[in-house]
């Protein structure tokens, strides 16, 4: 087991996030919150524009704006969301923004926590926190668009809150962990010490506290959700995982490996350069992909371009190898030598295996607006040192892996005693794409299943937390073929509050206009039920 010590700093930064969890009871008692829920709600909230003059005692934050924002009837379409993904109407509420920790770093660079959150006129009681993405360092609209359907949190109520994670950057840029405070920001400290501050200015501003807290993030996010659940137990009652980046030096490596397999077989320039996507011609994708679904797609009770018995999906490119000379329905040998490598995930001269196996789907090979597909991770470029990479030592980079402090700092996929999230109430519902060509679906499956073992078995895990897969979907969204909007907000609530747990959502997604299907709790998958508009969720049923 990875060796999880934190900095000294971090013990004391827990003991002082339960004494600041304290503090919002106790700031909202002494802003006369306390005679009682009902008329708790009738105490108006503060002037926005008065939130900039607030000091709020214990919260750390220094708020520099307070704007009032009117309500928008074009929905989150309004604030850059792709027109029509979200249909219900922003509300009027108060923008605010504010620093943590500011500071000057090496360089002469600012760093610290940079914040906004969304106020809503009409709050619901709820808090909801947004998780990152890649390495941070921009701040996100705080409306909780993520697996929330086609309603973001602010639409519904909730106050919405959102950070940078302690730096800021034009693009993926990683310079900033040369401050130490921002790169432990970025591993750890960033979650609690907004979440924190952000429950005593939320409780400020209405008068009365929040009655329920709420975290959602993929990739980045999938990784801080995880964190907050494994080491700041009390500080969520409900969860959303998507597609964490819980190793990531253990997923770029099986990136590089799967790389360095295409670009073996890929073609060349005339001036030897290693044409990128070359491996695989257009038309050879497309026939994996088709074959993918000859062999799965029925599985699951219909053939409808989509595979949702992921678990009974077993597909060996060696079915089309070709007998003899490449032809355009078959790959020849090194073709399907290099996908079986690389599908298979990177394992150790000794058999270990250093990172999971990828699925094949139907979306390994999109090549549309986002991020490409599987099938097409390659690169380009001189084929010489520090160029593409055609081998892999895999002991070598396995023990850089660990040797990083970041890696350790950040690695949630070891720990899985969730006994005090668990006591407290605390639900998670995890989800991932199968076709997500950066972090692998069966990874997470992987965490569930240890997840599972070590809290008392499938049945038990499934009291406190739930996995949904999403078949054809890229990372934490997008793909050609794909039902990539749910709720998984909605049911999550249900779950915290009213103790329903999710057997199923509904899933829809614009590349599949007027189609639903029920994403089914892992292990059970939405299969036909032989009869009923196959374009409708109704016709389809749970089964394992």
């Known amino acids: 087991m990875m060796d999880l010590k934190w900095p000294a700093r971090a013990g004391a930064l827990v003991h002082g996030l339960m004494q600041k969890i304290g503090i919002a009871a106790v700031a909202a008692l002494l802003l006369g919150a306390t005679a009682g829920r ?72 600012p760093y610290g926590l940079t914040v906004a959150i969304a106020l809503p006129l009409d709050w619901n009681g709820r808090l909801l926190v947004q998780g990152g993405g890649g390495l941070n360092g921009s701040l996100k609209p705080p409306l909780g668009t993520l697996a929330a359907g086609d309603r973001s949190a602010l639409s519904r109520g909730f106050a919405v809150v959102s950070t940078d994670g302690g730096h800021r950057a034009l693009g993926p840029d990683p310079s900033f962990m040369a401050d130490q405070q921002a790169a432990l ?89 290693l044409i990128p996507g070359s491996a695989f011609s257009a038309d050879d994708r497309h026939l994996i992909v088709q074959s993918v679904l000859r062999a799965c797609d029925a599985l699951d009770g219909l053939e409808d371009g ?78 010489a040192a520090g160029g ?22 950040t690695d949630t996929y070891n720990w899985t005693n969730l006994s005090t999230f668990v006591a407290h109430g605390g639900k998670q519902l995890f989800y991932h794409g199968v076709s997500d060509p950066w972090f692998s679906a069966l990874s997470t499956i992987d965490y569930y299943r240890r997840l599972a073992t070590d809290n008392g078995g499938e049945e038990k895990v499934l009291d406190f937390a739930r996995l949904f897969l999403v078949p054809g979907m890229g990372h934490c969204d997008g793909g050609d073929a794909t039902l990539d909007q749910f709720d998984l907000l909605g049911a999550l609530v249900d779950w915290v509050e009213q103790g ?45």
């Open 388 to 409: 593409p990479p055609l081998n892999v030592d895999i002991e070598a980079d396995e023990a850089a892996i660990y040797a990083s402090p970041m890696q350790q700092l």
């Open 38 to 109: 009902a008329e708790a709600e009738t105490i108006a909230p503060r002037p926005c524009a008065s939130m900039v003059r607030q000091k709020i005692p214990g919260s750390g934050m220094t708020i520099s704006k307070a704007e009032a924002i009117p309500a928008a009837a074009a929905g989150v379409a309004a604030a850059g969301a792709a027109p029509g993904r979200f249909a219900a109407p922003l509300p009027a509420y108060c923008r605010i923004e504010g620093a943590i920790g500011a500071h000057t770093g090496p360089g002469g660079k």
């Open 185 to 273: 920001d970025f591993a750890f400290n960033a979650v609690p010490t907004v979440t924190s501050a952000a429950k005593l200015v939320v409780a400020s501003f209405y008068r009365r506290p929040i009655h329920h807290s709420y975290f959602a993030g993929c990739s980045t996010g999938g990784r801080e959700s995880m964190e907050a659940a494994e080491r700041y137990p009390s500080l969520f009652d409900g969860i959303i995982t998507g597609a964490p980046a819980m190793r990531g030096g253990n997923s770029n490596l099986a990136l590089k490996w799967a790389a360095a397999a295409f670009n073996r077989i890929g073609a060349r320039d005339h001036d030897g350069r």
């Open 500 to 544: 329903k747990a999710p057997q199923s959502v509904i899933a829809t997604g614009e590349s599949l206009p007027g189609r639903s299907r029920p994403l089914c709790a892992w292990p059970a998958h939405a299969h036909y039920k032989g009869a009923g508009d196959i374009n409708a969720a109704a016709s389809f049923e749970c089964r394992k």
């Open 306 to 383: 989509m595979i949702f018995n992921i678990g009974a999906c077993k597909f060996d490119p060696v079915v089309i190898a070709c007998k003899g000379a490449k032809a355009a329905d078959c790959l020849d040998a090194g073709q399907v030598e290099a996908l079986r490598t690389a599908f298979n995930g990177p394992v150790s001269p000794s058999g270990r295996r250093v990172y999971s196996s990828f699925p094949f789907d139907t979306g390994i090979a999109f090549d549309g607006k986002g991020i490409p597909g599987f099938l097409l991770n390659s690169t380009g470029g001189p084929v």
